[in-house]
């Protein structure tokens, strides 16, 4: 290391003061309602060789570290003083944007001359086109359909705005203001980081603060190093699906190997299924590092290291293998909109797969389904429709190995803020009848899991549409660790408590008439350990408390309480009766076990396998057939039996098999 | 002739005290060890030491203010009533959710603040009012008491009370506690309308709560203290600090102790602005650093205040004097991680064991043991002498945790400090962008132990070019006590869209909310030398889901175009655009009513007529590796017009002044210490 270890510290405290100035800067000056509820944007300070070199952890989302800046970086250069590039294009980028609604800047800083870094910030605008307002619909199944695409130009040349892009670009928005005040944000914060960054390279010296930066990065690649050699060296498996219940895609399956040896790390996500004809895929162009899949190492670093430097330097040991074609890696063209949802289900898999090297940190699954619940209403004056955020759902997290779950939110969107009821009746009409804890629901464990949320709501004007993206965990549970119960099933339901009540699912639109009631119920937390290891005096609490019943308390914990105490003798009785104990590392619950008891991974392997014969755009249309014919069997399928099968339908679509690849190959 | 004023303020650590003496033109200042097991203790003991050591006839303090930090230590410690919340039906978790939000979303091992009522002392009660104040559902009495009774049985003493819309609506809140004063006359009762009648329902619950929850320790205390004062013979009513940063009677604090939680830092704020505005400045950061932290807050024309602050982890949304910490103290301790970098807190040694040089024990070398190494503070004139340290200690500390970085003592000590600063500067920096403001627009007004100390190295980081060293710096929150206002604020939730309300609406709500603050003020029965009222009102677009706070004319508008022009002001000013035809709409009217006290008079000393300061002492310090030597002159023998030039240090009683090379500094007529860089 170059720089002695004060100035080193120096250097990062400066740094990330910047990174949190811009944060700032936006937070304050930003336009859309994600920017001031749900914290939906993001800044940092890149190196010239396109790493993030610090990142704000106190504002906005913590996804920055591992953004593949290098990628417009190069795509927009030479640059002078005064640019400004823009861009929301995942495919394009490959993979710096990861929807269309995140738009992205970046300027260039210049320092004697050379330039010494870039500050970048996106912001996920509220509109950017496309089929439906608010630009993201689960059943998009083109990114055609997600509004407008802008490939990376220079928004400013030499400080001169390019008022033709900005006409372009606001004529495909339906809230041109909106975008154009948030726009001008990301400038502000831009313009900040050039002015710190240069008051910096006036302090210290330009060579001084290019060597600190880099010397920073490679502390943090240390510093990360260190944290991985933590991890037993070995392979760790871990499966979890994806819920897409559009296009006919049902239970998507996602894979992963975690290899770690010594002071590497490989993310192996061969085996995971195919691209989806609908909004859930997941644009990360196998970019080493990738954000939207290193965030939950990050957050693990993170726990072991408050401290860490957070930087680029910090994904350096992590390689990533994502197989081309599939939700992870799709082809370019495909629909994004509502990639969250299968990021959120990513974590859910590694910490799967770091739980079993590290029994000790690791949390039960949590909630899984994180929603942007927004309702809009016609104006009664003036006709205009208006849209409102009414809750952010989140659900439980999972048990831990020391704590309980955290009750209604979770690591996953664990940076969302609600919205005051009061605020939300006042500004639309809608009454909301409960927003409380989900009794009952918590997964069982010696650690409990989170309990979800229960938000119910009455309409009380005609023609209110309701929309939620994220919403997941319908069909199976957050799995359970070591011996803990999976948490609960989210559930939608219309008019509950009526005599017809209606099991919506996911929804995507939905449009209500005054006086009708939806109930979100949110999937829960997990549980961590043998729930008949729990101490009863803490199922005691959580009977008074009124989260648990005493039957439940009895069934899943085996603690008698009588009389508002627990009642030690039966309660002793109880547990040692149990014939098992529950040891088994991973409860992923009934449904799936039934599931998997039709689609073994060797079935699911094959399917893969033998797909891969056909035309990346084609592979879902056939995989879908397959899959509905194996479930009409009505028995198990052998692996062996569906290659004729999959020829079979395949002719009669007309298609023609090529040499299936031997293995399906990372970008 | 007038009584003479006494300013009290009880603090962690130390209980300040201020007296202002006009027949001898005297102002004491000094300060004892607090007493937190009984914090009155230590007021009564300095009210002693007024009497033996200096002679003051305390049956002539015809005013007194005190601040206690009684309130938000109870709720730091949760030692305060066992507490039932009473809610709409539907809305159980309003505490345990809060605002969703983890307080740090990447650490597995996080956990949420615990809700100040436990899940099964919160119960449903069967009402409705919806958002246009409309009932919907009628109160059930029989419900009510029947929940009252099951909350009684297990032990609650305080119950609050928040239903949705009751800041529209009261009626229900009102209803249960008049039914409740009768049927449960032993209960502390609080209503959220009656509290902070603002719209969110988590926020108004919470403040409804916090006190609740601390109502019945303040009310014991100022019965004590109350009985305490008047048998020593001080005629004057007690007073006591707000939050925001104004005063309010015992009596008004018994009904209202939320509203005394940050009392302490706001009171060196206002203290702060005192003397700022005196020196002729009243663009100032204000930096207060102590053992443990240093705390910042803006003054730019008048204190900003927030409606954002926390306290133990749990929002406020009452208007509070703007503080925010901005990380070291002199207590904080240096270490080197496990790749060796050199890092500075956010542990710290506190008092005790304090850093290495104190001698308590304290093995690891902390900001204040660099300042030794460095000659900046001299060992044997710390505190005034009253702390003798051990400079061998430091120098065993940094020399010890030096060679991990193949640094000696005197490297690692420099190294300590612009670490330390950079952290500092760091923090200061995104919380200045937050408000919109550029440091190098304000002067530095430094107090606390530690902020002399440290205030231009932390001046340099950020561009500031003046440092002013207020005259006493130890006791800037007692000075705030004795020169705060009588203040109240109020606010009324109003949800209105501006086009749909006439002036005449507007003047009426105003008026109704300026009727309840004069008749606050009144029952203070306080004499003050004129009243103040402020208007403001939070506006938004339409549509928007935050609200930009905008100070009104207090008097009836002629038009609405009138009120909202000064939104539309704002507007452009913060986001550089702003739309004349969008429509606006009005959330919150609030009204400061301010009482304005007498402050004790004081005119500026006349200069030195001939000569210069002393100097008492040469030695050398450090700076930047090179040895340099620093003048050494006492605090008590600077007069106005003197003037010092860096390296220099001045020794006083509560602190010791660093003006580094590069810097001179002089004394104004007040006593203050004026620094400016000359390159900076």
């Known amino acids: 290391m170059r720089t002695d270890p004060v100035l080193l510290e120096i250097l990062r405290n400066r740094l990330k003061a910047i990174a949190e100035e811009m944060a700032a800067v936006t937070l304050r000056t930003g336009f859309t309602v994600f920017v001031k509820e749900t914290s939906d944007f993001g800044a940092c300070l890149v190196a010239p060789n396109g790493e993030v070199m610090s990142a704000p952890t106190d504002t906005a989302v913590s996804l920055m570290v591992g953004l593949p800046a290098w990628e417009v970086i190069d795509a927009l250069g030479p640059y002078e003083e005064g640019d400004i590039g823009i861009t929301n294009d995942p495919d394009i980028t490959h993979g710096l944007s990861t929807h269309l609604p995140d738009i992205w800047l970046w300027k260039p800083i210049f320092a004697e001359g050379r330039i010494i870094g870039y500050g970048f910030n996106f912001i996920h605008s509220s509109d950017v086109g496309g089929k439906v307002a608010g630009s993201i619909s689960p059943s998009s199944y083109e990114i055609f359909q997600e509004g407008v695409r802008v490939p990376p130009m220079k928004l400013f040349r030499k400080g001169e705005p390019n008022q033709d892009l900005i006409k372009l670009l606001l004529a495909n928005s339906r809230i041109p203001e909106q975008n154009w005040g948030d726009i001008k944000a990301q400038i502000a914060s831009l313009n900040v980081a050039e002015r710190r960054l240069h008051e910096l390279v006036a302090r210290y010296g330009r060579e001084v603060v290019s060597t600190g930066i880099e010397d920073l990065m490679d502390h943090a690649e240390q510093r990360s190093r260190e944290l991985i050699r933590r991890i037993p060296d070995g392979d760790y498996s871990f499966t979890d699906y994806l819920e897409v219940d559009v296009a006919d895609a049902g239970q998507v399956r996602i894979k992963l190997n975690l290899r770690v040896r010594g002071t590497d790390m490989t993310l192996d996500f061969e085996g995971t299924d195919y691209q989806v004809q609908a909004a859930f895929n997941l644009p990360t162009w196998n970019q ?20 860490v430097p957070y930087n680029s330097g910090l994904v350096r040991p992590i390689e990533l293998k994502i197989p081309r074609g599939t939700i992870m890696n799709p082809e370019p063209g495909a629909a994004y909109g509502v990639r969250a949802a299968t990021m959120f289900r990513v974590l859910d898999i590694l910490n799967g797969c770091l739980t079993q090297a590290l029994p000790e940190i690791i949390p039960a699954a949590s909630s899984g389904g994180i929603a942007i619940v927004l309702v809009s209403t016609l104006d009664p004056v003036t006709g205009e429709r208006r849209v409102s955020v009414a809750q952010p759902l989140n659900g439980g997290s999972g048990g831990r190995p020391r704590q309980d779950g955290i009750d209604g939110t979770s690591f996953t969107g664990g940076w969302l803020r609600n919205i005051p009821n009061e605020v939300l009746e ?18 069982a464990g010696l650690h409990r899991g989170g309990c979800g949320i229960r938000f119910r709501l009455r309409t009380l004007a005609p023609e209110t549409l309701m929309t939620a993206r994220g919403l997941e965990r319908f069909v199976f549970r957050p799995y359970g660790l070591r011996g803990g119960k999976p948490g609960e099933r989210y559930r939608v339901t219309l008019n509950p408590g009526t005599e017809r009540p209606r099991d919506l699912g996911k929804i995507d639109v939905l449009t209500l008439e005054a006086g009708e009631v939806i109930e979100f119920e949110t999937s829960s937390g997990g549980g961590f350990g043998d729930p008949f290891d729990r101490d009863p005096q803490r199922v005691l609490e959580d009977v008074r408390s009124g989260l648990l019943s005493a039957e439940l308390a009895e069934r899943d914990y085996g603690v008698v309480i009588r009389d508002g105490s627990v009642d030690a003798e039966a309660t002793e009785t109880l547990r040692t009766r149990r014939p098992e104990r529950g040891r088994e590392l991973v409860d992923v619950g009934p449904e799936r076990r039934a599931y998997e008891e039709v689609w073994s991974d060797e079935l699911m392997t094959e399917l893969l396998r033998l797909l891969s014969a ?15 014919w194996v479930d009409h069997r009505g028995r198990p399928v052998s692996p062996g039996e569906l290659a004729p099968v999959v020829e079979e339908i395949a002719r009669a679509m007309g298609l023609k098999a090529l040499e299936p690849e031997a293995a399906v190959t990372s970008r | 002739m007038p009584g003479s004023r006494l300013g009290a303020d009880v603090g962690g650590t130390f209980t300040d005290f201020v007296l202002v003496d006009p027949t001898s033109d005297r102002i004491l200042n000094f300060k004892i060890p607090s007493t937190p097991s009984d914090p009155a203790r230590a007021i009564l003991q300095g009210i002693q030491q007024l009497v033996e050591r200096h002679d003051v006839d305390v049956t002539a303090i015809d005013y007194f203010v005190h601040g206690t930090t009684l309130g938000v230590n109870t709720l730091i410690q949760r030692m305060g009533s066992v507490t039932g919340l009473l809610v709409t039906k539907g809305f159980r978790d309003v505490l345990e959710i809060g605002r969703l939000r983890l307080p740090d979303p990447t650490n597995y091992f996080v956990e949420k603040t615990p809700a100040l009522v436990p899940r099964h002392l919160v119960k449903e009660v069967d009402e409705r009012i919806l958002a246009n104040g409309e009932v919907l559902r009628p109160l059930d009495l029989g419900q009510l008491h029947g929940v009252v009774t099951e909350l009684v049985e297990l032990g609650v003493d305080s119950i609050a009370i928040c239903f949705l819309h009751s800041y529209r609506n009261p009626v229900h809140e009102r209803e249960a506690v008049a039914y409740l004063r009768q049927r449960f006359p032993q209960l502390y009762l609080c209503s959220s309308a009656e509290t902070w009648p603002q719209q969110r329902e988590y926020e108004r619950a919470l403040v409804t709560v916090i006190n609740a929850f601390i109502g019945r320790r303040m009310e014991e205390y100022f019965d004590r203290l109350d009985r305490n004062v008047r048998a020593l013979g001080i005629p004057a009513a007690i007073l006591t600090t707000k939050s925001n940063g104004g005063i309010m009677t015992a009596e008004s604090a018994r009904k209202a102790p939320v509203e005394t939680l940050l009392s302490g830092p706001a009171s060196g704020v206002i203290g702060a602005l005192y003397l700022g505005r005196q020196a002729g400045y009243d663009r100032l950061i204000a930096v207060d650093m102590g053992g443990t932290s240093a705390d910042v807050a803006v003054i730019d024309g008048d204190v900003l205040y927030s409606t954002e602050s926390e306290v133990a982890h749990l929002p406020v949304v009452m208007p509070t ?10 207590g904080s301790i240096a270490w080197v991680d496990a790749l060796g970098i050199l890092k500075v807190g956010p542990r710290s040694a506190g008092a005790d064991p304090g850093p290495a040089c104190y001698g308590r024990g304290g093995t690891e070398p902390t900001v204040t043991d660099a300042y030794v190494q460095l000659g900046i503070i001299d060992p044997r004139c710390f505190l005034g002498g009253r702390l003798p340290l051990d400079p061998r200690l430091a120098t065993e500390a940094l020399t010890r945790l030096g060679a991990r970085l193949g640094l000696a003592a005197d490297e690692l000590a420099a190294g300590v400090l612009d670490v330390a600063t950079a952290n500092m500067h760091a923090q200061l920096m995104p919380l ?3 408000k919109g403001i550029d440091p190098r627009d304000f002067v530095l007004l430094a107090y606390g132990g530690a902020g002399p100390t440290h205030a231009l190295l932390l001046a340099r980081e950020a561009g500031m070019r003046k440092v002013l060293i207020p005259p006493s710096p130890g006791t800037l929150c007692a000075l705030g006590c004795l020169v705060a206002d009588v203040k109240r604020d109020s606010i009324k939730t109003i949800y209105r869209d501006s086009a749909e309300l006439t002036p005449a609406e507007l003047e009426d709500e105003f008026a109704a909310l300026e009727a309840d603050a004069r008749a606050w003020l009144s029952a203070q029965r306080l004499a003050v030398g004129g009243t103040m009222i402020v208007r403001s009102a939070d506006m938004r677009y339409r549509g928007q889901s935050f609200e930009i706070t905008v100070p009104l004319r207090a008097e009836p508008p002629g038009s609405m175009a009138e009120v909202r022009s000064p939104f539309h002001e704002a507007y452009q000013r913060i986001y550089g655009i702003a739309d004349e035809q969008a429509p606006v709409e009005i959330i919150n009217l609030r009204v400061t009513v301010v009482g ?3 402050k004790p008079q004081r005119r500026p000393a006349a200069p030195r007529a001939t000569g210069r300061a002393p100097r008492r002492d040469c030695r050398t310090i450090r700076e930047h590796g090179k040895e340099v030597t620093a003048t050494v002159y006492q605090r008590e023998d600077l007069r106005p017009g003197d003037t010092v030039s860096g390296p220099t240090v001045v020794e006083a009683a509560d602190t010791t002044v660093y003006v580094p090379t590069g810097y001179a500094g002089s004394v104004d007529g007040w006593g203050n210490l004026l620094i400016e860089g000359e390159g900076a």
Do not use: K
């Open chain 1, 614 to 628: 056909y035309p990346t755009s084609l592979r879902p249309v056939v995989r879908n057939r397959v899959r509905r």
């Open chain 1, 426 to 443: 006042a500004d639309m009409p809608v009454l909301v009848e409960e927003y409380g804890y989900r009794e009952n629901s918590a997964g």
């Open chain 2, 321 to 330: 004097v703007d503080v925010s910490s901005i990380g070291a103290g002199g």
């Open chain 2, 432 to 434: 200045m962008a937050r």
């Open chain 2, 596 to 598: 304005v006290t007498a």
């Open chain 1, 288 to 307: 080493r590092g990738h954000y939207m899949v290193c965030f939950p190492i990050l957050n693990f670093f993170r726990t072991l290291d408050p401290e």
